[in-house]
C-alpha cells in the first residue's frame, strides 16, 4: 500500500456553502431550527437527545473516527455535539458560519450509514440526527453545490442526471439494439403493461454505464423474465433528495417511481445494484409517501439473482476464476439483510470469496455513500482521508490473496474505485451483473 | 438536628418520591404523547420479538461486538447497575425503615455483601470519572453536567458508606446521606439519568427497526 498523499490542511470551498451561508439572518436560521427541532420533529429526536449519556461507545463503530486517528471530532456523538447540541443549546441562535460548518459535517463527515446505532448501548440512530441536521441545513438553502445540483434535477426531470425523455429511451434502444448481436431475439420491452417486473435503475446507468443495461436486459432474458421498463419518467429509482434534506422532493421522486409501476401494473419491482436507491423505496421514501413498506414490492439485484440462480433460471457454465473479496452495501447489508444472498450469489457464480473483515452488518462503509460522493470534487479529500481504514480492510484482503473487489452498489463502486486509487491498492472492482454475466449460460 | 432529621426523613422523603415516581411517569407520558402526536408510525414497526430480542441481547454481558471489544467497561458497567439498583432496594437499614413505617418489609442482603456492593459502585462511579478524564472520545463530549450527575450518583453511596461505620458525626452524615439520595430519585427523571426509562424504549425501536424491517442483527 502506497502512503496516503501528504496530508495539507487545505481549506475547502465549496460555492453552495458560500453562497448560501451569505443570505441567511439570524432571524431566519433560528426560525428554520426551531421548525425542524420543535416543529417537524418528534420523540425519537428528544429520545435520542435525552437518552445519549456522552458515554463515547460510538465512537469506534464510524470508520471516520477509526481514519482519522481516533480524531473525537469524527466520532458519531463528536459529530451531534459540534452541530445539535449546539442548536437545541443555543435554541437556535447560533452564526451563519455555525451553519456552514454543520452542513460540511452533516452532509460530508457522515455516510449515514448507521453502523454506530450499532454500538450505541441504546441503539441511538445518529445518522437520522445527521440528516435532521442536514434538513435544517436545505431549508437555510445551505447545501453543497454538486448535490445540490443533482436535487434540482430531480426535481425538474425525475431523474438525477439531467436525462431528457427522449435520450431514456434512445439509450435502451440503443443498448438493444448492441445486445441483439449477442442474442439476435433479445428485447428490452419497453411499456408493456401487466408485466410481471418492472425494472428500474439509476440516472448513472444510462447517462455513463449503459453496459450495465446491456447485462440486464441479458439476464433478463435468459432467465426469461417477464419484465418491462417505463418509457416515461419514473424510471430512475435514485434519490439525492433524500440526502439533501429536501423532503418534499424525495416524495415526489418516489411517488413517480411508484405510480409508473402501478400503472405498468406489474407485480414487483427489481431493482439494479444500487445501495442508496434501496433505502430510498425501501425505507425514507415510501414512510414519507405514508407506507410503512414499499406499496410495490421491491427487490434488490442480490435478492433477484438469488432467485434466478436458485430456480436454476440461470445457470452457470463455469465459475469465475480469480479470488474474489466482497464488500457489503451497508444500505442493503444493514438495511436490508441481503448479507447471506449476497455470499449465495457469489459463491455460486466465483470460485473463491476471500472474506475481508469485518464484514456483513459489521462492514465498513465506503465513505462514499450517504450523499457524500454527491458533493463532488471539493470533498473528493475528505473521502480518502476519512477512510483510510477501508484501504487498511481491503489491503488485508488483498494480502489473503482476492483480487477482484465486487461492489454490489454504484456509490460504493464509484467511492471504492477512488480509494483504490489513492491508496494504490490494485483492485479490479466488478458488480455482481458484470461476473454473473460473464460467467452465465447464454445460448450459443 | 432531630427536626431537620425529621424533615428530611419525613416531608422531604415524601416530596422526593411522589417527584420521582410523577417525573418518571412524566416523562414517559410526555414521550407517548409525542409520539402519538407526531410519530404514529412508530407504532407500526413496533415488533415484541424484535424488541425483546434486542434488550435481552444488549441486557448480556459479552454479547455485542461493542461489550467485546470494551471488557473492562462492560464489567464495569454491569457490575455498577446491578448494585446500584439492588443495594438501595434490599439494604437492611432501608428495609427496616420501611416495617417501622408501614410493616412492610422483605428480604435483605447480608450486610457484609451490601458493603461490598456499595463499595463497587463507588469504584464504579470513579472508573467512570477517570475514563471521562483520559479518554480523549468520552472527554471531547463532556460537560460540567456529566461531572456533576456522576456526583450526583456516587454521593448516596457514599454517605451511606460512611453512616454505616459511624465515623464521623452519626447524625449529620445520616441527614446528608438521606438528602442525597433524595437529589438522586429526584434527579433520575430530570437529568440523562432518565436513560433508565427510555432506554428500554429506543433499544425497542431500533430492535424492531433491524429485525422486522432491515433484517439485520443490531449487536
Ligand atoms: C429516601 C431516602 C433515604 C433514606 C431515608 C435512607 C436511609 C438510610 C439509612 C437509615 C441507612 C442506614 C445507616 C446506618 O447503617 O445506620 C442507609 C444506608 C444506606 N443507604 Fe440509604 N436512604 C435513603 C436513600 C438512599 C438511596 C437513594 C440510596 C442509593 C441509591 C441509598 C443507599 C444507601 C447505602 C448504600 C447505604 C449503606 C449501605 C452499607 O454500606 O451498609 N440510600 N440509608
Ligand atoms: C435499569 C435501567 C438502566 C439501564 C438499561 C442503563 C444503561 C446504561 C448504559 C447502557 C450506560 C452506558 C455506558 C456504560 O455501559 O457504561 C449507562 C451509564 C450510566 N448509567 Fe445507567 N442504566 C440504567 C439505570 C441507571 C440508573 C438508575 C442510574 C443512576 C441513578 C444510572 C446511572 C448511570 C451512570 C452514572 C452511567 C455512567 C455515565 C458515565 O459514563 O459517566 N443508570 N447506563
Ligand atoms: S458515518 Fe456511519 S458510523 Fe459514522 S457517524 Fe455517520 S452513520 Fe455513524
Ligand atoms: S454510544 Fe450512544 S449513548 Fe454513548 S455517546 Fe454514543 S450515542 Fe451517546
Ligand atoms: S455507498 Fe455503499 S457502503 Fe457507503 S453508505 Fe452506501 S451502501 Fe453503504
Not at chain 1, 481514519?67 to 452564526?95: C, E, F, I
Not at chain 1, 434512445?170 to 403493461?193: K, S, Y
Not at chain 1, 429536501?246 to 445494484?273: C, P, Q, S, W, Y
Request: hydrophobic share 45%; with cysteine.
Amino acid at each position: 500500500m502506497t502512503e496516503a498523499a501528504v496530508k495539507e490542511e487545505k481549506k475547502i470551498t465549496d460555492e453552495g456553502l458560500e453562497v448560501g451561508v451569505q443570505n441567511l439572518t439570524a432571524e431566519r436560521i433560528q426560525k428554520v431550527i426551531n421548525r425542524v427541532l420543535k416543529g417537524e420533529s418528534g420523540a425519537r429526536l428528544k429520545a435520542y437527545v435525552d437518552t445519549c449519556v456522552h458515554c463515547g461507545l460510538c465512537s469506534e463503530a464510524c470508520h471516520y473516527y477509526l481514519s482519522h486517528d481516533k480524531d473525537p471530532q469524527y466520532s458519531p456523538v463528536g459529530k451531534v455535539k459540534q452541530t445539535l447540541w449546539k442548536m437545541l443549546k443555543a435554541r437556535g441562535n447560533v452564526s451563519a458560519d455555525f451553519i456552514k460548518r454543520a452542513s460540511e459535517i452533516a452532509s460530508t463527515e457522515c455516510n449515514a450509514c448507521k453502523r454506530c446505532a450499532m454500538y450505541c448501548p441504546f441503539g441511538i440512530d445518529i445518522a437520522y440526527m445527521m440528516l435532521t441536521v442536514r434538513r435544517i441545513c436545505h431549508l437555510l438553502g445551505v447545501t453543497p453545490l454538486y448535490i445540490q445540483d443533482t436535487a434540482h434535477s430531480h426535481a425538474v426531470t425525475m431523474n438525477q442526471m439531467w436525462i431528457k425523455d427522449d435520450e431514456w429511451i434512445d439509450t435502451l434502444q440503443w443498448q438493444e439494439e448492441e445486445a441483439q448481436a449477442e442474442i439476435p431475439t433479445l428485447r428490452i420491452p419497453l411499456e408493456r403493461e401487466g408485466a410481471d417486473i418492472m425494472y428500474s435503475v439509476i440516472g448513472p446507468e444510462p447517462k455513463f454505464q449503459a453496459q450495465l443495461l446491456y447485462q440486464a436486459a441479458v439476464i433478463m432474458d435468459v432467465a426469461g423474465v417477464d419484465w418491462t421498463m417505463p418509457a416515461t419518467p419514473g424510471w430512475d429509482n435514485s434519490d439525492m433528495a433524500m440526502y439533501t434534506g429536501d423532503n418534499e422532493i424525495m416524495g415526489r421522486v418516489k411517488r413517480a417511481h411508484f405510480e409508473t409501476a402501478a400503472r405498468l401494473r406489474v407485480n414487483r419491482i427489481v431493482m439494479g445494484e444500487c445501495g442508496h436507491a434501496f433505502r430510498s423505496v425501501y425505507d425514507m421514501g415510501n414512510r414519507w409517501l405514508g407506507w410503512r413498506m414499499p406499496p410495490i414490492p421491491i427487490v434488490h439485484a442480490i435478492d433477484f439473482y438469488y432467485e434466478l440462480i436458485q430456480n436454476k433460471k440461470i445457470t452457470i457454465t463455469e465459475k469465475f476464476k480469480e479470488p474474489v473479496t466482497l464488500h457489503d452495501p451497508c444500505n442493503v447489508i444493514r438495511g436490508g439483510g441481503l448479507a447471506e444472498k449476497a455470499r449465495y450469489v457469489v459463491n455460486a457464480i466465483c470460485e473463491e470469496l476471500i472474506e475481508m473483515h469485518p464484514n456483513r452488518e459489521h462492514n465498513y462503509c465506503c465513505c462514499a455513500g450517504g450523499g457524500v460522493i454527491n458533493c463532488g470534487p471539493p470533498y473528493k479529500m475528505t473521502r480518502m482521508d476519512g477512510n483510510r481504514i477501508k484501504a487498511e480492510q481491503l489491503f488485508a484482503a488483498k494480502s489473503r490473496g482476492a483480487k477482484i473487489l465486487i461492489a454490489p452498489c454504484h456509490n460504493c463502486h464509484s467511492g471504492l474505485e477512488d480509494i483504490n486509487h489513492h491508496y494504490g491498492l490494485g483492485y479490479e472492482i466488478k458488480f455482481i451483473s458484470d461476473i454473473l454475466y460473464e460467467v452465465m449460460d447464454k445460448p450459443a | 438536628m432531630h427536626s431537620i432529621y425529621n424533615f428530611v426523613s419525613g416531608p422531604l422523603a415524601w416530596l422526593a418520591f411522589i417527584l420521582f415516581i410523577g417525573g418518571c411517569l412524566y416523562r414517559l407520558i410526555s414521550l407517548m404523547v409525542l409520539v402519538h402526536r407526531k410519530e404514529k408510525f412508530i407504532y407500526s414497526y413496533m415488533s415484541l420479538k424484535y424488541s425483546l430480542r434486542s434488550i435481552f441481547r444488549w441486557s448480556t454481558p459479552f454479547a455485542t461486538e461493542n461489550m467485546r471489544r470494551h471488557p473492562a467497561l462492560t464489567i464495569v458497567a454491569f457490575a455498577f447497575h446491578i448494585c446500584l439498583i439492588l443495594t438501595p432496594l434490599f439494604l437492611l437499614a432501608h428495609v427496616t425503615l420501611i416495617e417501622e413505617s408501614w410493616n412492610l418489609s422483605w428480604w435483605t442482603l447480608p450486610e457484609g455483601l451490601a458493603e461490598i456492593m456499595t463499595l463497587i459502585v463507588v469504584a464504579a462511579c470513579v472508573f467512570f470519572l477517570v475514563r471521562r478524564l483520559v479518554n480523549p472520545e468520552v472527554r471531547y463530549v463532556t460537560s460540567v453536567s456529566d461531572y456533576i450527575l456522576l456526583a450526583i450518583v456516587a454521593a448516596p453511596f457514599i454517605t451511606g458508606f460512611l453512616v454505616y461505620y459511624q465515623w464521623f458525626g452519626y447524625q449529620t452524615l445520616l441527614i446528608l446521606h438521606i438528602l442525597s439520595g433524595e437529589v438522586m430519585l429526584v434527579a433520575i427523571p430530570f437529568t440523562r439519568l432518565s436513560h433508565m426509562l427510555f432506554a428500554p424504549l429506543t433499544r425497542a425501536y431500533m430492535g424492531s427497526e433491524f429485525g422486522g424491517v432491515r433484517h439485520a442483527r443490531d449487536w
